[in-house]
Nanobody, 113 residues
Framework: VQLQAFGGGLVQAGGSLRLSCAAS????????MGWYRQAPGNQRELVAT???????NYADSVKGRFTISRDNAKNTVYLQMNSLRPEDTGVYYC????????WGKGTLVTVSS
């Protein structure tokens, strides 16, 4: 399974970005998908995950601001990020579970104050 993320960039505080991540390769059905992020000097942390049945889980810090969704037909997961804050800055990694965990290379999100 290969994962490629799109949509990172520079945005001012209060702005919005939408990330997407498409899975490719040879597989039947991907189970969990989601996003983690890593800020400079910090460990990678959960942002949001979504099951194949669309059950979601969010980090407390993003609840009410971020929305995760997926399109199973396209094997794609999305992350709509609103009301962005400087502390949301980091590299965002796409993730999926298909027997084992797979990770994309990450996309940089920078939120300026």
């Amino acid at each position: 399974v290969q994962l490629q993320a799109f949509g990172g960039g520079l945005v001012q505080a209060g702005g919005s970005l939408r990330l997407s991540c498409a899975a490719s390769g040879r597989f039947f059905r991907i189970n969990d998908m989601g996003w983690y992020r890593q800020a400079p000097g910090n460990q990678r942390e959960l942002v949001a995950t979504i099951t194949r049945g669309a059950s979601t889980n969010y980090a407390d810090s993003v609840k009410g601001r971020f929305t995760i969704s997926r399109d199973n037909a396209k094997n794609t997961v999305y992350l709509q990020m609103n009301s962005l804050r400087p502390e949301d800055t980091g590299v965002y990694y796409c993730y999926c579970k298909y027997g084992m965990d797979y990770w994309g290379k990450g996309t940089l999100v920078t939120v300026s104050s």
